[in-house]
């Protein structure tokens, strides 16, 4: 009996813990990229029940998330903190397809469920102030200037019954001037089950997360309701970064780059201008040889016992031909495509990756060259190439010139263009063209611009809101311009580096599936950089200027007027002997008395030496 109860405890137990690891899976997927650079993609999914949740039954979600989402009535949530500018001409598509991306500095939208649009914004007030002491981030100053209801642009990831959908409200903020650092890297990483204590969690490190050229941390909330299932409420988070090899594997005891010897340079030796006093660097950088240990300065810890045993924890996406050293015991699948593999770690292994350089050889002046065919995997081709600039001079008018490239041959790209412009920035709407690179006049642009959404600024009350809707023909350039004015702001409206300029949000690009019967038609998102405009600035120097000499002429004109009506004046003889003059009569008196014991001692010591006079 004893033994039967034994493993049917067992059984449940085991049940219990194949659920939970359903319940929560990791993954980290590395990829090497050109000019030496590593793409780190880690992912981190939680799902709980929908009821358990609405009951207060927290799991593997995180209990100080939820509760805020439940306070603010929040169906579906998107937060991101990124830094860097992603390099597409070099590393090509986006991760994720830049689903998981966000523009510089801190990106949030959320759909909450509310009668009016009063009430959403109160809500919407709660939810940033409570984000933003969770997050350890200026969410706080998410405000009515800096909040838009996008139309055209966002749509839910989730599944929303109809009941709810009708009083959902979409609203959307950005701040484009926050800087992320490692104060949001800490609470993003206990909202984990193992935090980062165990698992791939492991490796993420502020110093190098924040050292590398590109990172972007992503929390994604929505509802799932699979066909037949109960309804689940998903958490995933992802950390997406852009390693520099050579930087990362710097050591800490020597961090300040030095430039290597001309002996160990590496030369292009193919070009024309190649001498003994001339060098090009060869393109070697795209097979430098790395580990985990070096990139990370550490390995991963141990596997995470939450997580699912059927999703590998790390993957590495390089070609069969190459090799890949792995700790002991580690177990290796291939992927049929030839072009990644997985890796299950066992539990209580330290798991760490190594991989070398493919094979060199030597060239004929004894120069070191790579061979690159089959090093590294070719990144997708992006479906838009997207870049933003500030046209004009002055401080009273400028303009904003988009250029959007299609790198497509036969494929057209039909994309919403969004844009959360500051107040003190007035557009001229009828000044916007898109035309095609080569073209001029506005009958380009009735061809490619199919729809436009408008919302204007109200000052210091909301920002500016355009949404556009346009096709690029096949292997095609457009420029989207648009003229506006710069407001001048009030003397306590600058910020303390008001030289500096104001940051511009970055723009939002939504390319859209050609297929219009699937649900989700968003294939690819891209944000552009943002911009730094430079606005009417006074010279703060001259209030304090003249608040020094005002001070100062007033405690001239108030001390002589005071001493004036306080002071009372009486004659020489009237007044009373003050103590200094009294201190001066008993000093000089003093001093009288000292030079006179002085003189008579001489006297006296002069008449001792005197003989005395003979007697008559």
Same mark, same amino acid.
Not at 50 to 75: K, M, V
Not at 152 to 174: A, I, K, R
Not at 363 to 372: A, R
């Given at each position: 009996?004893?033994?039967?109860? &034994?493993?049917?405890?067992?059984?449940?137990? &085991?049940?219990?813990?194949?659920?939970?690891?359903?319940?929560?899976?990791?993954?980290?997927?590395?990829?090497?990229?050109?000019?030496?650079?590593?793409?780190?993609?880690?992912?981190?999914?939680?799902?709980?029940?929908? &009821?358990?949740?609405?009951?207060?039954?927290?799991?593997?979600?995180?209990?100080?998330?939820?509760?805020?989402?439940?306070?603010?009535?929040?169906?579906?949530?998107?937060?991101?903190?990124?830094? !860097?500018?992603?390099?597409?001409?070099?590393?090509?598509?986006?991760?994720?397809?830049?689903?998981?991306?966000?523009?510089?500095?801190?990106?949030?939208?959320?759909?909450?469920?509310? /009668?009016?649009?009063?009430?959403?914004?109160?809500?919407?007030?709660?939810?940033?102030?409570?984000?933003?002491?969770?997050?350890?981030?200026?969410?706080?100053?998410?405000?009515?200037?800096?909040?838009?209801?996008?139309?055209?642009?966002?749509?839910?990831?989730?599944?929303?019954?109809?009941?709810?959908?009708?009083?959902?409200?979409?609203?959307?903020?950005?701040?484009?001037?926050?800087?992320? @650092?490692?104060?949001?890297?800490?609470?993003?990483?206990?909202?984990?089950?193992?935090?980062?204590?165990? !698992?791939?969690?492991?490796?993420?490190?502020?110093?190098?997360?924040?050292?590398?050229?590109?990172?972007?941390?992503?929390?994604?909330?929505?509802?799932? @309701?699979?066909?037949?299932?109960? @309804?689940?409420?998903?958490? %995933?988070?992802?950390?997406?970064?852009?390693? #520099?090899?050579?930087?990362?594997?710097? =050591?800490?005891?020597?961090?300040?780059?030095?430039?290597?010897?001309?002996? /160990?340079?590496?030369? #292009?030796?193919?070009?024309?201008?190649?001498?003994? #006093?001339?060098?090009?660097?060869?393109?070697?950088?795209?097979?430098?040889?790395?580990?985990?240990?070096?990139?990370? !300065?550490?390995?991963?810890?141990?596997?995470?016992?939450?997580?699912?045993?059927?999703?590998?924890?790390?993957?590495?996406?390089?070609?069969?031909?190459?090799?890949?050293?792995?700790?002991?015991?580690?177990?290796?699948?291939?992927?049929?495509?030839?072009?990644?593999? @997985?890796?299950?770690?066992? =539990?209580?292994?330290?798991?760490?990756?190594?991989?070398?350089?493919?094979?060199?050889?030597?060239?004929?002046?004894?120069?070191?060259?790579?061979?690159?065919?089959?090093?590294?995997?070719?990144?997708?081709?992006?479906?838009?190439?997207?870049?933003? +600039?500030?046209?004009?001079?002055?401080?009273?008018?400028?303009?904003?010139?988009?250029?959007?490239?299609?790198?497509?041959?036969?494929? /057209?790209?039909?994309?919403?263009?969004?844009? +959360?412009?500051?107040?003190?920035?007035?557009?001229?709407?009828?000044?916007?063209?898109?035309?095609?690179?080569?073209?001029?006049?506005?009958?380009?642009?009735?061809?490619?611009?199919?729809?436009?959404?408008?919302?204007? *600024?109200?000052?210091?009350?909301?920002?500016?809101?355009?949404?556009?809707?346009?096709?690029?023909?096949? *292997?095609?350039?457009?420029?989207?311009?648009?003229?506006?004015?710069?407001?001048?702001?009030?003397?306590?409206?600058?910020?303390? #580096?008001?030289?500096?300029?104001?940051?511009?949000?970055?723009?939002?690009?939504?390319?859209?599936?050609?297929?219009?019967?699937?649900?989700?038609?968003?294939?690819?998102?891209?944000?552009?950089?943002?911009?730094?405009?430079?606005?009417?600035?006074?010279?703060?120097?001259?209030?304090?200027?003249?608040?020094?000499?005002?001070?100062?002429?007033?405690?001239?004109?108030?001390?002589?007027?005071?001493?004036?009506?306080?002071?009372?004046?009486?004659?020489?003889?009237? !007044?009373? %002997?003050?103590?200094?003059?009294?201190?001066?009569?008993?000093?000089?008196?003093?001093?009288?008395?000292?030079?006179?014991?002085?003189?008579?001692?001489?006297?006296?010591?002069?008449?001792?030496?005197?003989?005395?006079?003979?007697?008559?």
């Amino acid at each position: 009996m004893h033994r039967l109860f &034994s493993f049917l405890l067992l059984a449940l137990l &085991s049940l219990n813990s194949a659920s939970a690891s359903s319940e929560y899976h990791e993954q980290l997927v590395l990829q090497p990229l050109p000019l030496s650079a590593l793409l780190a993609s880690f992912n981190f999914r939680s799902i709980t029940a929908l &009821s358990a949740f609405e009951a207060h039954n927290f799991r593997f979600f995180p209990r100080s998330l939820g509760q805020i989402l439940q306070h603010a009535d929040t169906r579906e949530l998107h937060l991101r903190f990124t830094l !860097g500018r992603w390099d597409a001409e070099s590393w090509g598509a986006r991760p994720w397809d830049g689903a998981r991306e966000g523009g510089t500095g801190v990106e949030l939208w959320a759909w909450l469920e509310a /009668e009016t649009d009063e009430e959403a914004d109160q809500k919407w007030l709660t939810l940033t102030n409570a984000l933003s002491g969770l997050f350890c981030a200026s969410l706080n100053f998410i405000d009515a200037t800096r909040t838009t209801r996008p139309v055209m642009s966002f749509q839910p990831e989730g599944d929303h019954p109809n009941s709810t959908v009708n009083n959902m409200h979409l609203l959307y903020g950005v701040l484009p001037h926050e800087v992320v @650092c490692t104060e949001n890297l800490t609470p993003f990483l206990k909202l984990l089950p193992c935090k980062s204590k165990a !698992g791939i969690a492991t490796l993420l490190d502020g110093h190098k997360l924040f050292d590398a050229s590109w990172q972007s941390m992503a929390i994604d909330v929505r509802p799932v @309701c699979p066909d037949g299932e109960e @309804c689940r409420l998903e958490i %995933e988070q992802t950390i997406d970064m852009v390693l #520099d090899i050579e930087r990362s594997k710097r =050591p800490r005891d020597n961090p300040i780059p030095r430039p290597s010897p001309g002996h /160990e340079l590496k030369c #292009d030796t193919s070009k024309p201008y190649h001498a003994d #006093d001339t060098c090009f660097p060869a393109d070697y950088s795209t097979s430098q040889d790395w580990s985990l240990s070096q990139l990370f !300065g550490k390995t991963i810890e141990r596997p995470c016992p939450l997580t699912d045993p059927g999703v590998p924890p790390v993957c590495l996406n390089v070609p069969d031909s190459r090799t890949v050293f792995i700790s002991h015991g580690v177990v290796e699948k291939k992927n049929p495509d030839g072009m990644s593999r @997985c890796f299950d770690i066992p =539990p209580e292994v330290d798991f760490n990756l190594s991989l070398p350089g493919p094979e060199q050889k030597e060239g004929e002046e004894g120069n070191v060259q790579i061979e690159v065919t089959s090093d590294l995997v070719k990144s997708k081709t992006p479906l838009l190439y997207a870049e933003r +600039s500030f046209t004009g001079h002055g401080q009273e008018r400028g303009g904003v010139q988009t250029m959007l490239r299609n790198p497509s041959p036969d494929n /057209e790209v039909e994309f919403i263009y969004m844009e +959360s412009l500051p107040w003190f920035m007035r557009i001229y709407l009828h000044t916007m063209e898109a035309r095609i690179e080569g073209s001029h006049g506005h009958n380009s642009s009735n061809s490619l611009i199919e729809e436009v959404y408008y919302r204007p *600024a109200l000052d210091r009350a909301r920002g500016t809101q355009l949404e556009v809707r346009m096709r690029i023909p096949p *292997a095609s350039t457009v420029f989207l311009t648009y003229d506006f004015e710069k407001s001048i702001l009030r003397y306590t409206e600058y910020p303390p #580096d008001a030289n500096r300029g104001f940051d511009v949000a970055a723009a939002v690009i939504t390319i859209l599936n050609s297929d219009k019967s699937s649900p989700r038609f968003a294939a690819y998102n891209l944000r552009t950089t943002s911009l730094l405009c430079s606005l009417p600035t006074p010279d703060f120097s001259m209030p304090y200027n003249v608040i020094i000499f005002t001070s100062t002429a007033i405690a001239l004109a108030f001390g002589g007027m005071f001493n004036i009506l306080v002071r009372r004046f009486v004659a020489a003889d009237e !007044g009373p %002997e003050s103590n200094l003059k009294a201190a001066g009569q008993r000093l000089k008196g003093r001093l009288a008395a000292l030079f006179e014991r002085l003189r008579n001692k001489r006297t006296g010591i002069v008449a001792e030496k005197q003989p005395a006079p003979a007697p008559q």
